[in-house]
């Protein structure tokens, strides 16, 4: 149980600890940005309610099998990606590599979903808007690396 928790949490904690990170390197507003770019103050809406889902998400997947060796792995690992794409995008103004990077994270997060659906079906649906907001992001991300 205690496990659940933590790894149900990770996602919030880490999410923020990215933030207070990438915080002075954040130029979003200095960047020529493709059409439908949202203002900068939605993405720290949407990463909390994407994370807190993720976490709730794999709460409600292993609350019936607990000990789930695939599914711990690909959840920390497409975490451990998330994670990153800002420090290579914002720190490190990798644009492009940024943008492989979070196709790596669409893959991982599919693969993810799949593996969510077959411990409980409501927890792989609560990922979709996860997997929706990153074919977004990486619309942004190419905008981005062809604008800049």
Known sequence: MVKRIIYSLLPLV??????????????YGDMIKPPLSPPGIVFP??????????????????KDKEDNKELDQIYLLQLLVNFLWPIIF?????YFTAF????????????????LLKNNKIS??????YLIWLL??????????LLN
Do not use: H, R
């Open 14 to 27: 880490g999410g923020a600890i990215v933030g207070l990170i990438t915080t002075g390197y954040m130029d």
């Open 45 to 62: 809406i949407i990463w909390t309610i994407l994370y807190i889902l993720m976490g709730i998400s794999y709460f409600i997947a292993t």
């Open 90 to 94: 914002f720190v490190l103004k990798m």
């Open 100 to 115: 492989l990077w979070i196709i790596l994270l669409i893959i991982l997060v599919i693969v993810m979903i799949k593996e």
């Open 124 to 129: 792989g649906y609560l990922q979709i808007s």
């Open 136 to 145: 977004f992001a990486s619309y942004l991300n190419i905008g981005i690396t």
